[in-house]
């Protein structure tokens, strides 16, 4: 199946399937369901030499035409961010179906209890590999679907409202007829492609603004500043924290500065020290305020390290900010499927988190 050919099926197919689902379950079942449902925002599309991906992300409140994002990754292996060997958590077989479910090497089930433990919550079946740290491997011809599947690879958490790997010598109408099964075979008010929340506090908190429009959307005019302010709950929440320190202004011995987007401090009185991966406006040192470029997030997260291995830069900051940094835990929060070394953990997977810990 050629790519324009994919673009086209997934716009046709699933832009009928959730539109259906949101004029008709939420009325005529809502007593059934156990909450509001969400629904995707956003249908990327990947072309990888030997394989289409399907993911889609953002949630939103309401059934929205879905955005489309079209990509290139060099293989499905560095389009989720996995690791190379020979020793696999899950061989994915002919049309396998993962839903609601925990896919982790035995690192990345170790970082989950020790820096997040809301994921609890989402955990559902639990997979944890004792290989060589790779994730998933794909055997050509098949059909591989992950819905409401948290991936847990080492340092990197990604949280998959639906993501579908077909090989490329798959035909179009043979992956439509998939699609089709797909969905009917699920339960009528659990359809593929959303997830329901529970009633009660949630479902008033999924009516403000953060909901309207994931993190993706609405962005153009946002600083750091506005956007931390906008998410102090859902990152408090998500990181298991009690206080938000926002782009704090630290300076070394040297007498040169950095200005982390945040700092966490967690219940256990641990930290996290942290930037987006987002093209928010930021001051320059002109006073302008310019777009951040979304690459070179990894290169700021190694000055942090550097900075925060100095005693005399922990004295300064505890003196400051009165949080004493011995050993904190420095994360990225990416836009995507970015390959990038250390922690990460992304949007969608915060705010995943988030719902986990307020449910």
């Given at each position: 199946?050629?790519?324009?050919?994919?673009?086209?099926?997934?716009?046709?197919?699933?832009?009928?399937?959730?539109?259906?689902?949101?004029?008709?379950?939420?009325?005529?079942?809502?007593?059934?369901?156990?909450?509001?449902?969400?629904?995707?925002?956003?249908?990327?599309?990947?072309?990888?030499?030997?394989?289409?991906?399907?993911?889609?992300?953002?949630?939103?409140?309401?059934?929205?035409?879905?955005?489309?994002?079209?990509?290139?990754?060099?293989?499905?292996?560095?389009?989720?961010?996995?690791?190379?060997?020979?020793?696999?958590?899950?061989?994915?077989?002919?049309?396998?179906?993962?839903?609601?479910?925990?896919?982790?090497?035995?690192?990345?089930?170790?970082?989950?209890?020790?820096?997040?433990?809301?994921?609890?919550?989402?955990?559902?079946?639990?997979?944890?590999?004792?290989?060589?740290?790779?994730?998933?491997?794909?055997?050509?011809?098949?059909?591989?679907?992950?819905?409401?599947?948290?991936?847990?690879?080492?340092?990197?958490?990604?949280?998959?409202?639906?993501?579908?790997?077909?090989?490329?010598?798959?035909?179009?109408?043979?992956?439509?007829?998939?699609?089709?099964?797909?969905?009917?075979?699920?339960?009528?008010?659990?359809?593929?492609?959303?997830?329901?929340?529970?009633?009660?506090?949630?479902?008033?908190?999924?009516?403000?603004?953060?909901?309207?429009?994931?993190?993706?959307?609405?962005?153009?005019?946002?600083?750091?500043?506005?956007?931390?302010?906008?998410?102090?709950?859902?990152?408090?929440?998500?990181?298991?924290?009690?206080?938000?320190?926002?782009?704090?202004?630290?300076?070394?011995?040297?007498?040169?500065?950095?200005?982390?987007?945040?700092?966490?401090?967690?219940?256990?009185?641990?930290h996290i020290v942290g930037d987006f991966g987002l093209p928010l406006l930021e001051t320059?040192?002109?006073?302008?305020?310019?777009?951040?470029?979304?690459?070179?997030?990894?290169?700021?997260?190694?000055?942090?390290?550097?900075?925060?291995?100095?005693?005399?830069?922990?004295?300064?900051?505890?003196?400051?900010?009165?949080?004493?940094?011995?050993?904190?835990?420095?994360?990225?929060?990416?836009?995507?499927?970015?390959?990038?070394?250390?922690?990460?953990?992304?949007?969608?997977?915060?705010?995943?988190?988030?719902?986990?810990?307020?449910?």
């Amino acid at each position: 199946m050629k790519p324009t050919e994919f673009v086209k099926v997934n716009g046709q197919f699933w832009g009928e399937h959730l539109r259906s689902v949101s004029e008709h379950l939420p009325t005529s079942h809502s007593r059934e369901l156990p909450g509001p449902l969400l629904y995707p925002r956003t249908m990327v599309l990947t072309e990888t030499p030997d394989w289409n991906i399907l993911e889609l992300t953002g949630v939103t409140r309401e059934y929205r035409s879905l955005e489309v994002r079209r990509q290139k990754a060099v293989g499905i292996d560095q389009y989720f961010a996995d690791a190379a060997g020979s020793k696999p958590v899950v061989i994915l077989r002919e049309a396998d179906v993962y839903q609601d479910a925990t896919i982790a090497t035995e690192a990345g089930r170790s970082v989950l209890r020790s820096a997040y433990p809301g994921a609890e919550g989402l955990i559902g079946r639990e997979l944890v590999g004792t290989g060589d740290g790779k994730l998933l491997q794909f055997a050509p011809g098949n059909y591989s679907v992950l819905h409401r599947v948290l991936l847990a690879s080492g340092e990197r958490l990604h949280w998959t409202f639906l993501a579908i790997a077909i090989h490329r010598s798959e035909p179009a109408d043979k992956y439509r007829n998939f699609l089709q099964n797909l969905v009917n075979e699920a339960p009528h008010i659990d359809p593929v492609g959303t997830f329901a929340v529970p009633r009660g506090e949630l479902e008033q908190l999924l009516k403000a603004d953060p909901f309207g429009s994931t993190y993706h959307q609405g962005l153009p005019k946002t600083t750091v500043g506005e956007f931390l302010q906008q998410h102090e709950e859902i990152l408090l929440s998500a990181f298991d924290a009690t206080q938000l320190i926002r782009e704090p202004v630290l300076e070394a011995d040297d007498g040169t500065t950095l200005t982390p987007d945040f700092i966490l401090e967690r219940e256990n009185g641990s930290h996290i020290v942290g930037d987006f991966g987002l093209p928010l406006l930021e001051t320059a040192k002109d006073g302008k305020k310019r777009r951040r470029a979304a690459s070179g997030g990894q290169a700021r997260l190694t000055q942090y390290k550097e900075f925060f291995s100095n005693a005399d830069n922990r004295a300064f900051a505890k003196t400051k900010y009165g949080v004493e940094l011995s050993d904190p835990r420095i994360v990225l929060v990416t836009s995507g499927q970015e390959d990038v070394e250390g922690a990460s953990i992304d949007y969608d997977t915060v705010l995943r988190l988030h719902l986990a810990a307020k449910a």
